[in-house]
């Protein structure tokens, strides 16, 4: 048995999402500026269900679950692909994984060995890998 999640095309209904909004409330600049705060009000709910997994009002306790905070997280996936789908000047999902390619290829990039540590002082944070800056005495200037 595959252990593999099979492949969903998710952009479809998104499209159809994109579609049921574009004929009732039309696309104009202040129904894109809508879909774009609609992304910032799914994000305060993510915030919300988050914040009641962990009781930290005393006068609300426990109010949510780690679900609950999955269920905001795929309110706040869906809100920002149909804002994607409704501002993109091209393919969506070509946008999407060149985006993810980038962010793929820059966190890559953080495994990398950091150049040769020679010439540092023994206490500059570059040496003990904290930073990618040399913090040597000398004003750090390699
Ligand atoms: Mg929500």
């Excluded at 306790?61 to 996936?77: F, K, M, P, Y």
Aim: hydrophobic fraction near 35%.
């Amino acid at each position: 048995m595959s252990t593999q999640t099979p492949q969903r095309d998710p952009w479809a209904p998104i499209v159809r999402l994109v579609g049921w909004l574009d004929r009732r409330n039309g696309r104009d600049q202040q129904e894109i500026s809508m879909r774009l705060l609609k992304l910032v009000e799914e994000a305060g709910e993510v915030a919300q269900a988050y914040i009641g997994t962990v009781g930290q009002n005393p006068r609300k306790g426990v109010t949510h679950t780690r679900e609950d905070v999955a269920d905001e997280l795929c309110d706040v996936i869906i809100t920002a692909m149909v804002a994607l789908v409704s501002i993109a000047e091209g393919n969506p999902d070509d946008i999407l994984a060149a985006k993810l390619a980038k962010v793929e290829k820059r966190a890559a990039r953080t495994e990398e060995p950091f150049p040769p540590r020679g010439g540092h002082d023994a206490t500059c944070a570059y040496v003990s890998g904290m930073t990618s800056r040399c913090t040597c005495s000398d004003g750090g200037a390699r």
